[in-house]
């Protein structure tokens, strides 16, 4: 059984440009949440989302955006990029919104 | 406000058991857990454990809660190599839709 996947696994961008991250979640999860993991420290909740529906925002810019798809799938999206979104962005799946998450490899994002 | 901290770096020798310790300042935390992340890849998750629970064991991983003081410790019987990794803690309310994580232990493994 497939885990958690995310495209693309390496991006390169330039200040301004806008990105788009995919996430595909384990099977019969209906949640997903995304993470910021910057080097040398632990990740950074940004959002989560259940059947369709924000269930929880950390404290990123409007600039930071996702939704979900019918199928589960999610996007993040990042708009007018800066040098300081340079991360890893970790997708993570769960079966409901409290129980424990599991994690993709992550897309590293860097911004030149 | 939600923290959790960690030591930064642990060193142990192979065979040895190893103790990472981790504080949260959450007293309304519900679920603790302990995800492993090794260079490149994602975090992994090795166990978790409820707050109305002391201890749980599970092969070569033992957790301890300390709610009163709330702290939680992972010990790694008969550490190896492969254990080498950045080990972090996390929390979570149960009102909450988002893990808080510490910025995670590194464990390095001496022949």
């Known amino acids: 059984d497939a885990g958690v996947t995310q495209s693309p696994t390496h991006l390169i961008k330039t200040r301004g440009q806008h990105v788009t991250l995919r996430c595909s979640p384990i099977s019969g999860h209906k949640s997903v949440s995304w993470y910021q993991q910057v080097l040398g420290q632990g990740p950074q909740f940004i959002f989560q989302y259940y059947e369709k529906e924000e269930r929880g925002r950390g404290n990123f810019p409007d600039r930071f955006s996702a939704r979900q798809f019918p199928n589960y799938s999610s996007e993040l999206n990042v708009n007018a990029l800066l040098l300081g979104d340079s991360a890893l962005y970790l997708c993570?799946?769960?079966?409901?919104?409290?129980?424990?998450?599991?994690f993709g490899p992550g897309t590293r994002l860097t911004v030149l | 406000g939600e923290d959790v901290e960690q030591s930064l770096f642990l060193s142990v020798r192979e065979g040895d058991s190893s103790v990472i310790n981790c504080t949260y300042t959450d007293s309304s935390s519900t679920y603790l857990y302990w995800y492993k992340q090794e260079p490149g890849a994602g975090l992994q998750l090795l166990t978790y454990i409820f707050s109305n629970m002391d201890m749980k064991q599970d092969q070569r991983l033992t957790v301890l809660l300390n709610k009163k003081d709330k702290h939680l410790s992972l010990r790694i019987a008969d550490t190896q190599t492969g254990d080498s990794a950045i080990y972090f803690c996390a929390e979570r309310s149960s009102s909450a839709s988002k893990i808080i994580f510490g910025s995670g232990t590194r464990l390095s493994i001496r022949p």
């Open positions: 993570a799946s769960s079966l409901e919104v409290t129980v424990g998450q599991f």
